[in-house]
């Protein structure tokens, strides 16, 4: 199984996604189905029937614990990919394969029909939900910056970044991070641009960024194999950031008729299970509303 990682890990690296394992788990990028949603006339009936007719439904994700993560099986698991297996299952979609992608391309390949749903993490803002459906969040979070140790620079929330010219920070490109400080109206020369954690806390030990801008939860499951770094509190000027799972808008049928069941799924023991495996509060999304978090500015 590792060369199989190894390959894998090695094509996500040329930008592709893993390749194909035949159980429940991870898919080819160049994976086909009759994948509904491209404006087929049926709405929930194809992406429902598709889902049910083949045992699964395709999402993209990040492998980015916990929000999402990819087992050495190929199994896919994390907050947002576990709740939305359960939820399927209950509308008798067997399972969830996962197609590991970068964030910014995330959207494009649910137009593209490349997977059927974004079950990432990918956090609600306007530009966002201007083009996809959301159903209603699963989860509230919030962003940090992962610092060398002691944070020499101070920095804690992005009107430092805003203040201080010098300052460069590591993001993801068309990471949600990305685009707050975009919104703040930073310079892109400010920005360094990395293509995952990893790749982000390198830039910061080696001096290349000064921080790097990714949720708490995020840079805490980092720190549990690197204690190299310090990470922020909570980023006070951040907007709060939430999300639930993203659809094609010609499969809101089916959206409406996930989100019944989400919500019956959310009064459940087994969703606080699932968050607070995670570190999740359940609490924390009671009340949140996809309107709510889609008025995120950016
Ligand atoms: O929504 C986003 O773009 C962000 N979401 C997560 C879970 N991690 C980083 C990414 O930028």
Not at 26 to 45: D, E, N, Q, V
Not at 112 to 129: E, P, V, Y
């Amino acid at each position: 199984m590792s060369n199989e990682l190894s390959r894998r890990s090695l094509l996500r690296g040329l930008g592709l996604a893993a390749v194909a394992v035949p159980a429940a788990g991870l898919l080819g990028s160049c994976s086909t189905t009759s994948g509904a949603g491209t404006g087929s006339p049926g709405g929930a009936k194809d992406l429902l029937a598709l889902g049910r007719q083949q045992g699964y439904l395709r999402v993209a994700i990040a492998n980015e614990p916990p929000y999402t993560k990819v087992n050495t099986d190929g199994t896919v698991t994390g907050c947002e990919p576990d709740v939305f297996r359960a939820v399927c299952k209950k509308l008798g979609i067997k399972d969830i394969q996962g197609i590991v992608t970068p964030y910014e391309s995330m959207i494009p390949g649910l137009q593209a029909n490349r997977w059927d749903a974004i079950t990432a993490g990918l956090f609600m803002k306007q530009s966002r939900c201007s083009q996809v459906d959301y159903s209603e969040p699963v989860i509230v979070s919030t962003e940090s910056f992962a610092v060398p140790k002691g944070n020499p620079k101070n920095i804690t929330k992005v009107q430092d970044v805003i203040d201080n010219s010098s300052l460069k920070i590591a993001v993801l490109p068309g990471g949600f991070e990305e685009g707050i400080l975009q919104t703040a109206k930073v310079p892109g020369s400010q920005e360094v641009k990395v293509t995952d954690g990893r790749s982000g806390l390198e830039a910061v030990k080696s001096g290349r960024a000064d921080a790097f801008f990714l949720p708490t939860l995020s840079l805490k499951a980092l720190q549990k194999t690197d204690n190299s770094f310090d990470v922020t509190p909570p980023v006070g000027d951040a907007p709060k950031t939430g999300s639930g799972a993203a659809f094609r808008q010609s499969d809101s049928d089916f959206v409406a008729t996930y989100n019944k069941q989400l919500a019956q799924f959310k009064q459940t023991p087994e969703f606080a299970d699932i968050l607070t495996k995670w570190g999740f509060d359940p609490a924390a999304v009671k009340g949140v509303t996809a309107a709510e978090l889609c008025k995120n500015p950016g």
